[in-house]
T-cell receptor
Framework: AQTVTQSQPEMSVQEAETVTLSCTYD???????LFWYKQPPSRQMILVIR??????QNATENRFSVNFQKAAKSFSLKISDSQLGDAAMYFC???????????FGTGTRLQVFP | DAGITQSPRHKVTETGTPVTLRCHQT?????MYWYRQDPGHGLRLIHY???????DKGEVSDGYSVSRSKTEDFLLTLESATSSQTSVYFC??????????????FGPGTRLTVT
């Protein structure tokens, strides 16, 4: 069975600095997607970034980028120039290619200090 | 934002009572999902639907049933609520003619408390 592990329950960063959130996963599949979701205090789940396993290039969305290490089954999220609005729970998620079920990690709570 | 609503948004109920949560979408997405979110567990899939009257179990389906009689509505029923079902419940949708299948869009959540 596929599993997703987020080993950092909480992280903190100073405004304008860079922070990296870790995620590892376990799968025997070759076709899959990985995602980072943000959940602010409003509880709304917001898709931050996705990575297709077949793509070697790391995905980037503005200040958010990933370090996808397929062989190591690692998928970390880097947030550059952190802003107060980045404070939230961040969930890493995995989806096998031919299904639509998402498997989530347990989340990392990010605090941003001014 | 994808047009997903959940009702009710908050509910307090007593152990042993039946509860139905509703997810309604206006996006004509094919897939619909119910997740529960609990501290230390992230989000876990309860049931999902891949079309009208087509549903399947997820990771934590015991004590829950679902129905989908129309594309736009996906109901989650707790036949006899227990305190272990106190949680925040999220509905999600994916895949339409204009939305790629790998992206899931989430509703605002329902906070259910079973006393």
């Amino acid at each position: 069975a596929q599993t997703v592990t987020q080993s950092q329950p909480e992280m903190s960063v100073q405004e304008a600095e860079t922070v990296t959130l870790s995620c590892t996963y376990d799968t025997s599949e070759s076709d899959y997607y990985l995602f980072w979701y943000k959940q602010p205090p409003s509880r709304q789940m917001i898709l931050v970034i996705r990575q297709e396993a077949y793509k070697q290039q790391n995905a980037t969305e503005n200040r958010f980028s990933v370090n996808f290490q397929k062989a190591a089954k690692s998928f970390s999220l880097k947030i550059s120039d952190s802003q107060l609005g980045d404070a939230a729970m961040y969930f890493c998620a995995y989806r096998r290619g031919n299904t639509d079920k998402l498997i989530f990690g347990t989340g990392t709570r990010l605090q941003v200090f001014p | 934002d994808a047009g997903i609503t959940q009702s009710p948004r908050h509910k307090v109920t007593e152990t042993g009572t039946p509860v139905t949560l509703r997810c309604h979408q206006t996006e004509n997405h094919r897939y619909m999902y119910w997740y529960r979110q609990d501290p230390g567990h992230g989000l876990r899939l309860i049931h999902y639907s891949y079309g009208v009257k087509d549903t399947d179990k997820g990771e934590v389906s015991d004590g829950y049933s679902v129905s989908r009689s129309k594309t736009e509505d996906f109901l989650l029923t707790l036949e006899s609520a227990t305190s272990s079902q106190t949680s925040v419940y999220f509905c999600a949708i994916s895949e339409s003619e204009i939305a790629p299948s790998y992206e899931q869009y989430f509703g605002p959540g329902t906070r259910l408390t079973v006393t």
